[in-house]
T-cell receptor, first 113, second 117 residues
């Protein structure tokens, strides 16, 4: 069975501060991992993904995430938050050819001026 | 190019009514997925099509839920005799190829927000 845990349903940071959104997964096989962002009344937009290869993955809008197998984690970071980063972020896990994603419950990011 | 589109964007139904939700995937995308997103939760998998074949419907919560994709393009999710617990956002996603050796990215539509009164 696969599951995804996102610690912290709400995270608040000041503009310019580091953003850290946590994601831990459980998987019986090596997973594929994704971060999506959801703005109000919009669909999910892919930020970045890890499938194979380099464990540090860079995505759009300055976000990056590192796959740490030993910690079963895939935390999302951004060095300097911008007001436009305020949204809800979802971590998802799949496995090769499994065809479905399992999502975490989401983290709402608030950016204070 | 055009992304995944869904209609209607909002739907209010009285308990017991049938509803039909439409998804237009990205042109040429082979795979299509439906997810249900309850308030404050992440999306949960409902069903998956590859072309017109429904390969996985393990996430459909009851036999009141039915999905089809008869020509391998547009898909419809139908909910019969709606109940209040069916209130949620229904998301559709499509991807180019599944099983190509790398999990393909799923591209999501804006969703249909269903409210059952």
């Amino acid at each position: 069975a696969q599951s995804v845990t996102q610690l912290g349903s709400h995270v608040s940071v000041s503009e310019g501060a580091l953003v850290l959104l946590r994601c831990n997964y459980s998987s019986s096989v090596p997973p594929y991992l994704f971060w999506y962002v959801q703005y109000p009344n919009q669909g999910l937009q892919l930020l970045l993904k890890y499938t194979t290869g380099a464990t540090l993955v860079k995505g759009i809008n300055g976000f990056e995430a590192e796959f740490k197998k030993s910690e079963t984690s895939f935390h999302l970071t951004k060095p300097s938050a911008h007001m436009s980063d305020a949204a809800e972020y979802f971590c998802a896990v799949s496995k090769y050819n499994f065809n479905k994603f399992y999502f975490g419950s989401g983290t709402k990011l608030n950016v204070k001026p | 190019g055009a992304g995944v589109s869904q209609s209607p964007r909002y739907k209010v139904a009285k308990r017991g009514q049938d509803v039909a939700l439409r998804c237009d995937p990205i042109s040429g995308h082979v795979s299509l997925f439906w997810y249900q997103q309850a308030l404050g939760q992440g999306p949960e998998f409902l069903t998956y099509f590859q072309n017109e074949a429904q390969l996985d419907k393990s996430g459909l919560p009851s036999d009141r839920f039915f999905a089809e994709r008869p020509e391998g393009s547009v898909s419809t999710l139908k909910i019969q005799r709606t109940q209040q617990e069916d209130s949620a956002v229904y998301l559709c996603a499509s991807s180019l190829v599944v099983g190509s050796g790398e999990q393909e990215t799923q591209y999501f539509g804006p969703g249909t927000r269903l409210l059952v009164l």
